[in-house]
């Protein structure tokens, strides 16, 4: 069974660059009609989408998040990688990578499969 793994820093300082690595194992990210994605949930906001990398190497971020994500992948890895950039405290939260279909609607919960989740705190 597919497992991911969330890694990367704790602490970001404002305005800084928050950058999240998915690796993902029993599975590869280039297998047919998957999209692998970011999504955070903090106690303020909820569970908020920020984007995906579908397993044609296609990029798409929720226009909240448009402007200041790059998400990436390296296939001989088999990882794909998260950046925010300038960051503020309101970006303070648990990040997951996931994965779905491609035809997954549902944008208000948490995903199934989903790796552990790892807390990001934005603060001087």
């Known amino acids: 069974q597919v497992q991911l793994q969330e890694s990367g820093p704790g602490l970001v300082k404002p305005s800084q660059t928050l950058s999240l690595t998915c690796t993902v194992s029993?599975?590869?990210?280039?297998?047919?009609?998957?999209?692998w994605s970011w999504v955070r949930q903090s106690p303020e906001k909820g569970v908020e989408w920020i984007g995906y990398?579908?397993?044609?190497?296609?990029?798409y971020a929720m226009p909240n998040f448009k402007s200041r994500t790059s998400i990436s992948r390296d296939t001989s890895k088999n990882h794909f990688t998260l950046q925010l950039s300038s960051v503020a405290p309101e970006d303070t939260a648990v990040y997951y990578c996931a994965r779905v279909p491609a035809d997954y609607s549902v944008y208000d919960a948490l995903p199934e499969i989903r790796g552990q989740g790892t807390q990001v705190t934005v603060s001087s």
């Open positions: 990398i579908t397993y044609l190497g296609r990029t």
């Open positions: 029993g599975g590869s990210i280039t297998t047919d009609s998957y999209y």
